[in-house]
Nanobody
Framework: QVQLVESGGGLVQAGGSLRLSCAASGRTFSSYAMGWFRQTPGKEREFVAAISWSGGRTSYADSVKGRFTISRDNAKNTVYLEMNSLKPEDTAVYYC???????????????????WGQGTQVTVSS
């Protein structure tokens, strides 16, 4: 059973940076893709970024391209989301997720992920 725990959220001014971390336990971390999603009240959870099991391939939502970077350290069983040039519209609860299927494609939809963390709040003030 895979468990995910996010950390690193907080309050930051517009233009600032934050780094989120997601620590995984359970099944071999290097065998599955990981993703970050975010959600605001009254809205559906939306895709932010994803990374392949090896870390060699990534995918980003258009809204964060050039500002956010997803990475992983398989030796530490951790995936990161480096967020720069933050905007007030980036305010949300951020969730990491694991896709336990052994597929080539990088998953970008919520229904492709099997395990979710509890979420961490990111608030960007203007």
């Amino acid at each position: 059973q895979v468990q995910l725990v996010e950390s690193g959220g907080g309050l930051v001014q517009a233009g600032g940076s934050l780094r989120l971390s997601c620590a995984a336990s359970g099944r071999t971390f290097s065998s599955y893709a990981m993703g970050w999603f975010r959600q605001t009240p009254g809205k559906e959870r939306e895709f932010v970024a994803a990374i392949s099991w090896s870390g060699g391939r990534t995918s980003y939502a258009d809204s964060v391209k050039g500002r956010f970077t997803i990475s992983r350290d398989n030796a530490k069983n951790t995936v990161y989301l480096e967020m720069n040039s933050l905007k007030p519209e980036d305010t949300a609860v951020y969730y990491c997720a694991a896709d336990l299927r052994a597929v080539w494609e990088i998953p970008t939809r919520t229904n492709e992920y099997d395990v979710w963390g509890q979420g961490t709040q990111v608030t960007v003030s203007s």
